[in-house]
């Protein structure tokens, strides 16, 4: 796998350590997050949602592939955890700005 942006690098290694803190600190203020149907706007709503999120059923991220593709960097994540079909495998679509995250769309 090609080697991820430093933003996108911190906000799995983030999200592996389960520090909503350092997740949020890889996105710009305003950024916007939108998964499972909902969106989440800013960086004090993106840690929020991971707090949720992780409540909710424990999970494991791991990149398998990236791809820079019209101004957005997709990778796609095998998710494992205590849930129903597990494990899936879900397209990140992240774009950046100023070597942060702008937004992130999973699907």
Same mark, same amino acid.
């Given at each position: 796998?090609?080697?991820?942006?430093?933003?996108?690098?911190?906000?799995?290694?983030?999200?592996?350590?389960?520090?909503?803190?350092?997740?949020?600190?890889?996105?710009?203020?305003?950024?916007?997050? $939108?998964?499972?149907?909902?969106? $989440?706007?800013?960086?004090?709503?993106?840690?929020?949602?991971?707090?949720?999120?992780?409540?909710?059923?424990?999970?494991?991220?791991?990149?398998?592939?990236?791809?820079?593709?019209?101004? $957005?960097?997709?990778?796609?994540?095998?998710?494992?955890?205590?849930?129903?079909?597990?494990?899936?495998?879900?397209?990140?679509?992240?774009?950046?700005?100023?070597?942060?995250?702008?937004?992130?769309?999973?699907?």
């Amino acid at each position: 796998m090609q080697d991820l942006p430093p933003a996108i690098a911190g906000y799995f290694a983030a999200q592996a350590k389960d520090d909503p803190q350092a997740l949020a600190e890889c996105f710009v203020p305003e950024a916007v997050v $939108h998964d499972e149907k909902r969106e $989440h706007r800013g960086t004090a709503a993106i840690a929020a949602w991971h707090i949720e999120v992780m409540r909710q059923t424990r999970f494991t991220a791991r990149p398998l592939s990236f791809e820079a593709r019209d101004g $957005h960097c997709i990778v796609s994540v095998e998710v494992s955890g205590s849930f129903t079909g597990s494990p899936v495998t879900l397209e990140h679509d992240f774009t950046l700005r100023d070597e942060r995250i702008a937004a992130l769309e999973i699907r």
